[in-house]
């Protein structure tokens, strides 16, 4: 048998494309939080596929956007460095929205990548309309028509969400991998931090419960996790709201919105841990804590 092939996977794309739908459909498991609104992702997430073919270390990146603050600004740095960083570099874009402003800044920086290109054109169970646009950019980016550009650039049409041509997607991921040992052991498939995992699965249900424009202002950080015994998990976490006004509309009347949170992200966080879970919210007031380094330290966001 020949050796294995083994590497990195940049997931990189504009804000909202499926980015995290697809590491978690690839990984077959919930590592990376979705949700309809823009920016969720705040991390770098990794997620680990161990075949006997080989492995691939899927990097799932924050989507990137004209930042508007210091936590937008270190969202990107992320992103960007971890395309410095692999093998191959996944080009995600959401094939049922045209290109805009940020998609021509995400393409030309890719373009001068030196790691090999794939383009993957996501929600085509949605129609695809915007298809052509996304090829011409990159063929007035690279210079070339795309039948010219094999060997840096291949174009796969995908569903994230119901899995179409993953398996494709794959076949090519580990076809542009170098050959060598696997870089994780074998039984790893993630290496996001546990504190940082379930508070981004609190964050998740407060992006569900909560209207559109408010989750950009929200920061969770698990503040204790005490294994209390061999079937139960004590979590406490604190919410941060910029403003007064956003912590009443996170508590909601009578507690209904927080409590909400709490049922929904303890049912996740007690299949996540294979446990019970004691699950504490508060929610505080931290004006401007997207500029805290402090804060976006502990997010995991600033190293
Ligand atoms: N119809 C359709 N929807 C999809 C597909 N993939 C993802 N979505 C939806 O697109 C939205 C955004 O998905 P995410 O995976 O959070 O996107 P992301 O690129 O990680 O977003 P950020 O982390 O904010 O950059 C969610 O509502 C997903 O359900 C797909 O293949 N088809
Ligand atoms: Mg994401």
């Given at each position: 048998?020949?050796?294995?092939?083994?590497?990195?996977?940049?997931?990189?794309?504009?804000?909202?494309?499926?980015?995290?739908?697809?590491?978690?459909?690839?990984?077959?498991?919930?590592?990376?939080?979705?949700?309809?609104?823009?920016?969720?992702?705040?991390?770098?997430?990794?997620?680990?596929?161990?075949?006997?073919?080989?492995?691939?270390?899927?990097?799932?990146?924050?989507?990137?956007?004209?930042p508007?603050?210091?936590?937008?600004?270190?969202?990107?740095?992320?992103?960007?460095?971890?395309?410095?960083?692999a093998?191959?570099?996944?080009?995600?874009v959401?094939?049922?929205?045209?290109?805009?402003?940020?998609?021509?800044?995400?393409?030309?920086?890719?373009?001068?990548?030196?790691?090999?290109?794939?383009?993957?054109?996501?929600?085509?169970?949605?129609?695809?309309?915007?298809?052509?646009e996304?090829?011409?950019?990159?063929e007035e980016?690279?210079?070339?028509?795309?039948?010219?550009?094999?060997?840096?650039?291949?174009?796969?049409?995908?569903?994230?969400?119901?899995?179409?041509?993953?398996?494709?997607?794959?076949?090519?991921?580990?076809?542009?991998?170098?050959?060598?040992?696997?870089?994780?052991?074998?039984?790893?498939?993630?290496?996001?931090?546990?504190?940082?995992?379930y508070?981004?699965?609190?964050?998740?249900?407060?992006?569900?419960?909560?209207?559109?424009?408010?989750?950009?202002?929200?920061?969770?950080?698990?503040?204790?996790?005490?294994?209390?015994?061999?079937?139960?998990?004590?979590?406490?976490a604190?919410?941060?709201?910029?403003?007064?006004?956003?912590?009443?509309?996170?508590?909601?009347?009578?507690?209904?919105?927080?409590?909400?949170?709490?049922?929904?992200?303890?049912?996740?966080?007690?299949?996540?841990?294979?446990k019970?879970?004691?699950?504490?919210?508060?929610?505080?007031?931290?004006?401007?804590?997207?500029?805290?380094?402090?804060?976006?330290?502990?997010?995991?966001?600033?190293?």
């Amino acid at each position: 048998m020949g050796e294995k092939r083994c590497g990195i996977a940049a997931i990189v794309g504009r804000t909202n494309t499926g980015k995290s739908t697809l590491l978690n459909s690839i990984l077959g498991k919930k590592v990376a939080i979705v949700s309809k609104v823009p920016q969720t992702t705040r991390n770098i997430i990794r997620g680990i596929l161990n075949e006997a073919r080989g492995q691939i270390v899927f990097v799932d990146t924050p989507g990137l956007h004209k930042p508007k603050h210091r936590l937008g600004k270190y969202m990107n740095i992320l992103a960007e460095d971890s395309a410095k960083g692999a093998d191959v570099i996944i080009h995600l874009v959401d094939a049922s929205e045209n290109i805009g402003e940020e998609e021509e800044m995400i393409v030309s920086y890719l373009a001068k990548a030196k790691a090999p290109i794939v383009l993957a054109l996501n929600k085509i169970d949605l129609g695809g309309k915007f298809i052509p646009e996304y090829l011409k950019l990159w063929e007035e980016k690279k210079g070339k028509p795309v039948a010219e550009l094999t060997k840096e650039l291949t174009v796969i049409p995908v569903s994230a969400l119901k899995g179409t041509n993953t398996g494709m997607l794959l076949d090519e991921l580990f076809s542009l991998m170098p050959e060598g040992p696997r870089l994780y052991p074998e039984d790893m498939s993630s290496d996001f931090p546990q504190r940082l995992a379930y508070a981004d699965i609190i964050r998740e249900k407060l992006f569900e419960c909560m209207r559109q424009e408010l989750p950009h202002s929200i920061a969770v950080l698990v503040e204790e996790l005490v294994e209390r015994s061999k079937a139960l998990t004590y979590i406490r976490a604190e919410i941060f709201v910029e403003r007064d006004s956003q912590k009443g509309m996170v508590i909601g009347d009578k507690g209904q919105i927080v409590k909400k949170v709490g049922s929904l992200a303890r049912e996740d966080l007690e299949k996540l841990s294979g446990k019970k879970v004691y699950l504490e919210l508060a929610v505080k007031v931290k004006e401007n804590w997207r500029q805290d380094e402090e804060i976006l330290r502990r997010m995991g966001i600033v190293m």
